[in-house]
T-cell receptor
């Protein structure tokens, strides 16, 4: 079964609002990654957080990791219409990634 | 620009007719991956190469094969496509244990 489960499955917000997506996983990890996928396109790597890190920032993105709860969250601040995409968390060790179910984010102008 | 390239972007094939999808990279990464992604689902790893070593996922059907003739190229062969094989096929590359970089994908339609 898939390692990560994400919620919500779908999220619709207005431009300028913040978007929060959550990911839960089942087994211990070395790191957790977040990817974005625009419709019909490949995946783009956003950010990687290691198991010994609790929070990481990259531009408008903020990722948290709680290994005791086996969960992570991705926060996109001040969202833009261009942020419309599906977002996947992925866990894995060395060469094997297992993706979560994804959150479809729609940002309305 | 260094990148992962997939050809073709769209592929239409007939039920049972063999098809080959292509992936090339200019990143000089030693690991190359093939994923299958069905509509509204997460990508699912089919197999990967670490250099010339082939690693097949346990639940990848025998219908799916792969070749990696050199560092830059990797092919996905579907020997007898069925309707259930219609999907987006994603190629990715990485250095071992590091971030994976994805190509734009090939959307396969089986008639």
């Amino acid at each position: 079964s898939q390692q990560g489960e994400e919620d919500p499955q779908a999220l619709s917000i207005q431009e300028g609002e913040n978007a929060t997506m959550n990911c839960s996983y089942k087994t211990s990890i070395n790191n957790l990654q977040w990817y974005r996928q625009n419709s019909g396109r490949g995946l783009v790597h956003l950010i990687l957080i290691r198991s010994n890190e609790r929070e990481k920032h990259s531009g408008r993105l903020r990722v948290t990791l709680d290994t005791s709860k086996k969960s992570s969250s991705l926060l996109i601040t001040a969202s833009r219409a261009a942020d419309t995409a599906s977002y996947f968390c992925a866990t894995g060790n060395t060469d094997k990634l297992i993706f979560g179910t994804g959150t479809r984010l729609q940002v309305f102008p | 620009d260094a990148m992962v390239i997939q050809n073709p972007r769209y592929q239409v094939t007939q039920f049972g007719k063999p098809v080959t999808l292509s992936c090339s990279q200019t990143l000089n990464h030693n690991v190359m991956y093939w994923y299958q992604q069905k509509s509204s689902q997460a990508p699912k790893l089919l197999f990967h190469y670490y250099d010339k070593d082939f690693n097949n996922e346990a639940d990848t059907p025998d219908n799916f094969q792969s070749r990696r003739p050199n560092t830059s190229f990797c092919f996905l062969d579907i020997r007898s496509p069925g309707l259930g094989d219609a999907a987006m096929y994603l190629c990715a590359t990485s250095r071992l244990g590091e971030t994976q970089y994805f190509g734009p994908g090939t959307r396969l339609l089986v008639l």
